[in-house]
């Protein structure tokens, strides 16, 4: 049998680039799409030597053009195509009497429009092996802080699209999404930078008594991507340490 393939977009940095290491060391060919060239290279230099199962291909996906060559491309390489792990995202945070049109547009474009394309051009392929459509969705689709509109607006519209796909594609293939919280990933930006050093208090507002880590985001994957858990479909999972469930008094 194949190796399982997975496509991991905005997977040069963050969340996606540690998902990206986390499932190549489980056993899955993983296509790392990224739109920022520097940090792909990056992200091939510290992981294609030792991982053979992993491609490296530049695309931004609010590009309609762009999505269609990086799945033929995956396609050309693995012979097939399991699962799609929608991560690539941008936030800006500016007042709303800043916030331009076009910065409107462009979070829309990457991170609701390019989750709709790759899923539409992927399609095909998932159909196939039966595969799985996994979102990064956020806790900010469902709480905001002040000026994060285009963010937290295609977050929502992550939410719809997902049980969206899990109507019109099953049940052939499963569509579910996950929603962090805090989740430190400031040591996986391009460059390497510091960890951001967090305070007590940082991780005491979390009930759970820290602020969350990358793994705990890779291991929900992990568990989605498992084909006996082929009866969830359709769903949003909250991965924040139960933030949102704690109430605050002032």
């Known amino acids: ?9 905005g997977a040069g940095q963050g969340i996606g680039r540690f998902t990206a290491e986390f499932l190549l060391n489980h056993d899955y060919a993983v296509s790392l799409w990224e739109a920022d060239a520097e940090a792909l290279a990056e992200a091939e230099a510290e992981l294609g030597a ?45 007042s709303i009497d800043e916030l331009t049109a076009d910065e409107w547009k462009a979070a829309i474009g990457v991170n609701l429009t390019g989750p709709f394309l790759c899923a539409k051009y992927v399609a095909p392929h998932l159909r196939e ?3 799985t459509i996994i979102s ?15 963010y937290s607006a295609s977050k929502g519209g992550i939410f719809a699209l ?5 109507m019109s594609l099953g049940p052939q293939v499963r569509a579910n999404c996950i929603s962090p919280g805090w989740i430190d990933v400031s040591g996986l930006k391009k460059g390497h930078p510091d960890p951001e050093k ?19 985001i890779a291991r929900m994957i992990l568990f989605l991507l498992d084909e006996a858990n082929d009866f969830i479909t359709g769903q949003n999972f909250v991965v924040d340490g139960g933030m949102t469930r704690k109430m605050i008094y002032v």
């Open 1 to 9: 049998m194949s190796t399982k393939t997975v496509i991991i977009t």
């Open 50 to 94: 030792a991982h053979p199962n992993a491609q490296f291909v530049v695309c931004d996906v609010a590009d309609e053009k762009a999505v269609q060559q990086a799945i033929s491309q995956t396609a050309r390489q693995f012979g097939r195509i399991d699962a799609l792990i929608n991560n690539a995202a941008i936030m800006q945070e500016k």
């Open 129 to 131: 092996q039966h595969g």
């Open 136 to 150: 990064l969705c956020s806790t900010r689709a469902f709480q905001s802080e002040p000026d994060t509109f285009g």
């Open 162 to 166: 997902t049980h969206s796909l899990a």
């Open 198 to 216: 967090l305070r007590p208090a940082d991780h005491k507002q979390h009930p759970a008594g820290r602020v969350g880590r990358p793994d705990d």
